[in-house]
């Protein structure tokens, strides 16, 4: 194999090394998001069950219409 072939596939290797380590940071990433989301939405869950549990919790008494 010549120098400039073998180069060429080091090269290579090397981004490919590269984009696979920023691809992971990636993933990382949003994998701490999807948790994050997770629980946020189990959160917003309990909020509404505790609403339909207590229908008192979800009525705001309304204001007054404002008089002219």
Known sequence: ???TR???LEMTIAY???AIEDLNKIVLAQA???EKLKRVLGN???RV???ADNPALAEAP???P???
């Open 32 to 34: 701490a998001e999807i």
């Open 6 to 8: 073998l180069d060429k």
């Open 62 to 64: 309304e204001p007054p």
């Open 16 to 18: 490919q090394e590269q």
């Open 49 to 51: 069950r505790e609403i």
């Open 1 to 3: 194999m010549s120098d």
């Open 44 to 46: 917003l869950g309990e």
């Open 66 to 68: 404002p008089h002219y």
